[in-house]
């Protein structure tokens, strides 16, 4: 596997692996024992970048991770995040005051059974609490080991330049694909100017441009694409034509769809480190063969002609969800 670099020092696997579907949000978890393999055969094969967060589960992601990577804990770096807890409801709220981080900190390092956190995401910009505060909390926490380097999650790029000047940031994860291409508007060449990677989270545009979903695919009831608008049966009939305008290309790259998306966002930038997520070892194996996959920039530019002027159907997120983004 080849490696990237986030940040000026931070050497990953140049894809990693987003472990959030191995227990939460994509319907019933499986067994764990299948994902604690599951985990370890990613490393086998090459994989050294894992994500996780603690909301996901919420904790026990970190957990499965904490077992399933313990026997090559020096060997591969994690990534987890902070920023959210769930109220009296169960409602997901955010929270990055300076004790509410530390505490998370303290409760990740337990959950992944490790003495240092390699990189530390604010999940979500908490408006309630400056930019400056949080990374300085995050400053310390490196100071004092518990943390390696410190990033964040759909921020906006104002806020990027606000963190990054009291700690610099190795990495900021951002939704960012095919179908999704806002980045592309501000935030990587702010992230280029910088020095800062992007992790591209739901690169396979949550699972859609792999071609394997269309508008009679039925989620089970407490998988999230239920609610997401773009996942409704009839954006879906209409996005196929999208997908298919990429097929063409795939089959004449001699790869599938879903090689053909990861190797297009490892086409844009060398400090660009996607995280597929899956839970299957074929589906894992077929994500890591797209670092062999070159595109030639004719290539880039048939997929640019193809596919770009086609309009995506539907909004990525309820409207909830997207007014937390890019603050």
């Known amino acids: 596997m080849q490696t990237r670099r986030l940040g000026s020092t931070l050497e990953v696997s140049a894809l990693g692996l987003g472990c ?3 227990d939460y949000n994509y319907g019933p978890p499986p067994d764990r024992r299948e994902m604690i393999e599951l985990l370890r055969a990613a490393f086998d094969r090459g994989i050294t970048f894992f994500d996780t967060a603690q909301i996901y589960g919420p904790f026990t992601n970190e957990e499965l991770l904490g077992e399933g990577l313990a026997p090559v804990r020096d060997k591969v770096v994690i990534a987890t995040k902070f920023g959210y807890r769930r109220d009296a409801s169960g409602q997901q ?4 005051r300076p004790e509410f981080i530390r505490n998370s900190v303290d409760g990740s ?18 408006p309630e609490v400056p930019i400056e505060e949080v990374a300085g909390v995050v400053q310390d926490l490196i100071r004092e080991g518990k943390v390696r380097y410190f990033g964040l999650s759909e921020a906006g790029v104002r806020t990027i330049r606000r963190a990054h000047a009291v700690e610099p940031l190795a990495a900021v994860q951002n939704e960012y694909s095919l179908w999704w291409r806002r980045p592309e508007d501000e935030l990587i060449g ?3 100017e910088l020095g800062i990677g992007l992790v591209p989270f739901s690169p396979l545009g949550k699972g859609f441009l792999t071609g394997k979903i269309d508008e009679n695919t039925k989620f089970a009831p407490d998988d999230f694409r239920n609610i997401v608008p773009r996942f ?4 879906r009939k209409a996005n196929q034509r999208f997908v298919d305008r990429l097929r063409t290309i795939a089959d004449r790259k001699q790869a599938t769809l879903a090689q053909l998306a990861l190797s297009w966002l490892l086409a844009r930038k060398p400090w660009i480190v996607p995280i597929p997520g899956t839970r299957n ?7 890591m063969a797209s670092v062999e996959i070159e595109l030639a920039p004719e290539d880039l530019h048939d997929i640019a002609e193809r596919s770009f002027p086609i309009e995506i159907q539907g909004a990525r997120y309820p409207a909830a969800m997207e007014a937390r983004a890019g603050l």
């Open 190 to 192: 702010t992230l280029e």
């Open 20 to 22: 959030m579907g191995l």
């Open 93 to 96: 709220v955010l929270d990055s």
């Open 281 to 287: 070892l074929s589906r894992l194996e077929e994500n």
């Open 232 to 235: 409704a049966p009839e954006a």
């Open 109 to 126: 390092l337990r959950r992944l059974r490790t003495g240092t956190i390699d990189l530390l995401y604010q999940h979500r910009v908490d």
